[in-house]
């Protein structure tokens, strides 16, 4: 099985914050890497697919890149709607693998 | 627009089959490439992904819960089906299905989700 590591796994961070979480694949995935926001309660929302592609209706201040292994999520201004945890997947193979998550809190 | 919701039982108990139903709208899982996935999560733990259909009748499963899982459609009825077996209390977790619009591609639209508890 692809293992995804992230990190950090929670983050303290302000409004307006620039905040970048990483994902790292245990072996080669390509492109085949997403990012998908929750909030509590609610289910996944894709933000982010094949490393850097914005999914329609969500905010330019998200982003994604990288390349194998590592991989980066970055939110250029954090606001206080972005408080959630957010998961990065691959779709490399099956299994297809999460994540352990990133809780982005308010300092 | 694409919507699914999951249904089925909230309490199980050891041992008993779960089994769950994804209806869809706005899809059909008889377009080239279309697929739905199940994914579970445990109460303030991570993603699991645990089976995936796709249009063509291609079925992909967790290895860990191969044993124990089944995934089904009725594309007459724009439904998908999970049964897990022999359930265990760690198996308590939101259960959500989801969309993916073509082979090993994320998951863009996504169901509510439903709570199960396994529990005696």
């Known amino acids: 099985d692809i293992q995804m590591t992230q990190s950090p796994s929670s983050l303290s961070a302000s409004v307006g914050d620039r905040v970048t979480i990483t994902c790292r694949a245990s072996?080669?995935?390509?492109?085949?890497l997403n990012w998908y926001q929750q909030k509590p309660g609610k289910a996944p929302k894709l933000l982010i697919y094949?490393?850097?592609n914005l999914q329609n209706g969500v905010p330019s201040r998200f982003s994604g890149s990288g390349s194998g292994p590592d991989f980066t999520l970055t939110i250029s201004s954090l606001q206080p709607e972005d408080f959630a945890t957010y998961y990065c997947?691959?779709?490399?193979?099956?299994?297809?693998?999460f994540g352990g998550g990133t809780k982005v809190e308010i300092k | 627009q694409i919507t699914l919701k999951e249904s089925g039982p909230t309490l199980v108990k050891p041992t008993q089959t779960l089994t769950l139903t994804c209806t869809f709208s706005g899809f059909s899982l008889t377009t080239s490439g279309v697929g739905v996935g199940w994914i579970r999560q445990p109460p303030g733990k991570a993603l699991e992904w645990l089976a995936l259909?796709?249009?063509?009748?291609?079925?992909r499963y967790s290895p860990s819960l191969r044993s124990r899982l089944t995934i089904t459609k009725d594309t007459s009825k724009n439904q998908v089906v999970l049964t897990l077996t022999n359930v265990d209390p760690l198996d308590t977790a939101t259960y959500s299905c989801?969309?993916?619009?073509?082979?090993?591609?994320?998951?863009?639209?996504w169901g509510q989700g439903a709570l199960v508890t396994v529990s005696s």
């Open positions: 989801a969309h993916t619009y073509n082979t090993l591609t994320a998951f863009d639209y």
């Open positions: 072996q080669s995935i390509s492109s085949f």
């Open positions: 094949a490393v850097s």
């Open positions: 997947h691959q779709t490399y193979s099956t299994p297809l693998t």
């Open positions: 259909i796709y249009w063509d009748d291609d079925k």
